[in-house]
C-alpha cells in the first residue's frame, strides 16, 4: 500500500468534494470558497464531477482553472444519452441514476487522495458533495480529518416537511441522509429557503451549524459599458425591468413574462422594456410563450453573461423582478439590493426578511403549492402602476432599502472570514 504523505505543519489543507463546478455565467460561490481558502494560504484540492448536458446547467459554461487549487474535474458518466432522450419519465431516471454515479464517484475519489495524502478538512459541497463526504467518514474513519458539510440551501425540501409527503424522504434519501449529519461544522446558507427550521426538524446531528447569508461585494460600475447598455436597452427611453436567473423550473421566469404582459395590458402611458439575463433548460419553452403573447418587441433575452457584468445589467434597470419558487432569496436579488433598485418580488421562504411591501420593495403572497392567477398578476401590475407615478414614493423605498443594505449584507470578504475562522477553529 502506497504510504500517506504527510502535511507540512503550518499548511492547512483541504479537500472538498462536489458535483458543482465552478462558473462564470451564474452563482460565483462554487469557485470564490476554494479561492477564499487558497487566498488564506490553505492547500485546496477540488474534486468535482461536472454535469455538461443539455438537461443541467453547464452546456454554455467553459470549464475554469483557478490558480492555487488543484482541480480533478470529472465528467457524470451518461451525458450523451441524457441529451439524446426525449421522454419526460426516462430524463428523470437517467438524472437520478447520474446523480448516485456522481456520487459514488466521488466516494472513489476522495477515498483515494484521503489515503495518499493527510487533510485537516474534508468538505463536502452541497448534497452530492456532502453525501460522499459523510460516507467516507462514516465508514472508513480518517479520524485526523475534520469533516464540513455546505449547503447552498435546501430548495423544495421545507415543502416536502411541511406537506408531510413522507414518501420524499424515500426518493430524496440521500439528501436527507447529507442533511442529518453529523459533522464537524454544517453551513448553511440563509437563502431564504428556511435551511435552519429544515435542520431542526431533520433532527440534524451537526456539531455546529453556521446559518449565513452570502455575500456581495460593493460595485464599481464602469460608466463607459453601463452607458452602451442604456444605448443597447434604453435607447427609447424606456421604464426597464430585469430579471436574473437560470431559465429552469423554479426560477418561472414565465410568471415574470406573464406579469410584464398584464402590466402592458393595463396601460399604454408608459414605454416598458423587459430584459432577461440568463439562460437554462426552459429557455425554449419562455421564447414560445413571449411570441405567444406578442411580446417579442418589449422582451429582450440577453442570455448567459459573466457573472462580473451582471451588476451592469442591473445598474442601468429600473426594476428588478424575480418570481422564483420556494424561495426568492437569491444572489441577484441581494445584488439589487446592494444596487438600491426597485424590486418587485413573492413572499416565500424568507424572502420578507429583506422585502416589505411598500416599505422596502412590492412583495406579494405565494402558495407554492398553486400557481398564480390572473387575479394575482392583476393586483401586481396595478399596484406597480400606482408605484412608478409616485417619485416620492419610490424615494422613500429606496432610502429604507438602502438601511436593509447596509445593515444586513456581508461583503465577500465578510463572509469568508466568518467561514475560515470557524474551519480553522476545528483543527485548532
Same mark, same amino acid.
Given at each position: ?10 499548511? =492547512? ?19 470564490? !470558497? ?53 421522454? =419526460? ?29 493527510? @487533510? ?24 485526523? !480529518?475534520? @469533516? ?9 425540501? =421545507? ?13 430524496? $434519501? ?14 448553511? &446558507? ?20 453556521? $446559518? ?6 460593493? @460595485? ?38 406573464? $406579469? $410584464? ?30 411570441? !405567444? ?66 416599505? &422596502? ?49 456581508? !461583503? ?17
Amino acid at each position: 500500500m502506497e504510504k500517506r504523505k504527510s502535511n507540512p505543519e503550518k499548511i =492547512k489543507r483541504v479537500l472538498f468534494l462536489s458535483a458543482d463546478d465552478f462558473k462564470q455565467k451564474s452563482i460565483q460561490v462554487i469557485r470564490k !470558497t476554494p479561492e477564499a481558502y487558497v487566498n488564506a494560504g490553505w492547500d485546496v484540492t477540488y474534486v468535482v464531477l461536472r454535469d455538461s448536458s443539455l438537461k443541467g446547467n453547464y452546456y454554455y459554461e467553459v470549464p475554469i482553472e483557478l490558480i492555487g487549487v488543484r482541480i480533478i474535474r470529472k465528467e457524470v458518466p451518461g451525458t450523451k444519452m441524457l441529451n439524446a432522450v426525449n421522454n =419526460k419519465l426516462l430524463i428523470a431516471i437517467l438524472v437520478r441514476v447520474r446523480r448516485y454515479l456522481a456520487i459514488i464517484y466521488l466516494i472513489f475519489y476522495g477515498i483515494k487522495y484521503l489515503k495518499k495524502e493527510h @487533510f485537516d478538512v474534508l468538505y463536502g459541497y452541497e448534497q452530492p458533495g456532502s453525501v460522499a463526504a459523510k460516507f467516507i467518514k462514516q465508514f472508513f474513519g480518517f479520524k485526523k !480529518t475534520r @469533516f464540513v458539510t455546505r449547503f447552498q440551501g435546501v430548495v423544495f425540501v =421545507k415543502e416536502w416537511l411541511r406537506n408531510n409527503l413522507w414518501y420524499r424522504k424515500i426518493t430524496n $434519501f440521500d439528501t436527507f441522509y447529507a442533511l442529518k449529519g453529523p459533522s464537524d461544522l454544517c453551513i448553511m &446558507t440563509n437563502d431564504g429557503s428556511c435551511g435552519d427550521w429544515v435542520l431542526e426538524k431533520v433532527k440534524a446531528n451537526h456539531k455546529k451549524v453556521a $446559518f449565513w447569508s452570502n455575500g456581495v461585494d460593493k @460595485f464599481n460600475i464602469d460608466t463607459n459599458r453601463e452607458n452602451e447598455l442604456k444605448n443597447q436597452y434604453k435607447g427609447n427611453n424606456e421604464f426597464l425591468f430585469v430579471s436574473v436567473s437560470r431559465i429552469d423550473d423554479h426560477k418561472r421566469v414565465d410568471r415574470c413574462i406573464k $406579469f $410584464f404582459n398584464t402590466l402592458l395590458s393595463m396601460s399604454s402611458d408608459f414605454n416598458f422594456h423587459y430584459l432577461i439575463v440568463g439562460e437554462g433548460a426552459k429557455i425554449k419553452e419562455c421564447e414560445i410563450l413571449v411570441e !405567444t403573447l406578442n411580446l417579442k418587441d418589449r422582451v429582450t433575452f440577453a442570455g448567459a453573461v459573466n457573472q462580473s457584468e451582471v451588476p451592469l445589467y442591473l445598474s442601468v434597470a429600473d426594476a428588478f423582478i424575480s418570481m422564483y419558487e420556494s424561495s426568492n432569496v437569491g444572489n441577484p436579488l441581494l445584488e439589487a439590493i446592494r444596487l438600491n433598485k426597485l424590486i418587485l418580488t413573492l413572499n416565500n421562504g424568507g424572502t420578507s426578511e429583506w422585502i416589505n411591501h411598500k416599505n &422596502t420593495g412590492l412583495i406579494y403572497p405565494v402558495d407554492d403549492n398553486l400557481d398564480l392567477s390572473q387575479v394575482d398578476y392583476d393586483l401586481m401590475a396595478q399596484e406597480f402602476l400606482d408605484l412608478i407615478v409616485n417619485q416620492e414614493e419610490i424615494v422613500s423605498i429606496k432610502e429604507k432599502l438602502s438601511i436593509v443594505c447596509n445593515n444586513k449584507l456581508w !461583503t465577500w470578504e465578510e463572509r469568508f472570514s466568518a467561514e475560515l475562522n470557524e474551519v480553522g477553529n476545528l483543527i485548532c
